[in-house]
């Protein structure tokens, strides 16, 4: 019976070989998560540390070995504080597994679309007017993710959604305009005036203003979607999963939303982010 295989005077057990490639997507998945963030930085240089102590433990360096691993234990301690950010995006994907899901068993075998509450029509005309008059706009939509943090940070409206009602809140006179609207899975507006978390990726384009920092940083935290109309070139971007999607029609607008809020099918959503116009230059 074979039990795993030989590689010179080294044995490995199918054991071994499983962990190795548990590791290595655990790593590759970090990896993701991290790229074009400073923090890689810091995990290279702890993973230096990391690898030195093997070395050294290997070697029976017995009190170099102890101080690296005194230095190390706290090491992962201020990594946890250090990466916050991270931590919760590395979270937030093992949330959206799909075989993590409430009632996965009944989802497996009885799967239903859900159903679409939100109006997308009043949302894109209320973009498309604001986009031709160069009014900036950011307007999240609510998916999984619970929102009630950056909800608190605005005014809270729970006001049927209309084209009126939004441009009238983005409207420079207005003292709703600046942040963004937060809308419920039933379309309602619940919040305005709400401040979003700025991204902290430094590969971002250099054109990438404000707005559209906000929504890739909301997208780093949370799975909501987000419509961001730019008051400097009037271009109307959907951003998800840190995504942002340019030059759609209304009708590409339309139809993109109505996958990723009704979630019936992630080989559909990953085939949208895959599609064109993804992270164009204005």
């Not at 962990?19 to 990896?31: E, G, H, K, P, S």
């Not at 840190?242 to 009704?262: H, S, Y």
């Amino acid at each position: 019976m074979i039990v795993g295989i030989q590689i010179g005077l080294i044995e490995f057990g199918w054991l071994n070989i499983l962990d190795i490639l548990l590791v290595a997507i655990l790593l590759y998945q970090l990896y993701l998560i991290l790229k074009g963030n400073v923090a890689i930085k810091i995990i290279a240089g702890g993973g230096a540390i990391f690898g030195i102590w093997l070395i050294v433990t290997a070697l029976e360096m017995e009190l170099l070995a102890k101080i690296l691993g005194q230095f190390i234990g706290v090491g992962v301690i201020g990594a946890l504080v250090l990466f916050q950010t991270e931590v919760r995006k590395f979270l937030l994907l093992i949330g959206k597994a799909q075989y993590f899901k409430d009632n996965w068993f009944m989802n497996f075998f009885f799967r239903k679309e859900k159903e679409l509450e939100v109006d997308l029509d009043i949302f894109l005309d209320a973009c498309t007017e604001m986009s031709s008059f160069q009014v900036g706009a950011l307007i999240v939509f609510t998916r999984n993710s619970d929102l009630s943090q950056f909800k608190e940070t605005g005014d809270i409206l729970d006001a049927i959604a209309s084209k009126r009602l939004i441009t009238s809140i983005f409207n420079k006179y207005s003292p709703l305009h600046d942040g963004a609207i937060i809308i419920g899975r039933n379309g309602r507006i619940e919040s305005a005036r709400c401040v979003l978390p700025l991204s902290d990726n430094i590969n971002l384009p250099a054109e990438f203003g404000l707005r559209h920092k906000c929504a890739i940083g909301l997208t780093e935290v949370t799975d909501a979607m987000i419509l961001v109309v730019s008051e400097e070139t009037s271009n109307i971007s959907l951003v998800i999963y840190t995504e942002v999607m340019r030059g759609l029609t209304k009708r590409e607008l339309k139809k993109k939303m109505k996958v990723f809020l009704t979630n019936k099918d992630e080989k559909e959503e990953i085939q949208l982010l895959n599609a064109n116009h993804i992270n164009e230059i204005d």
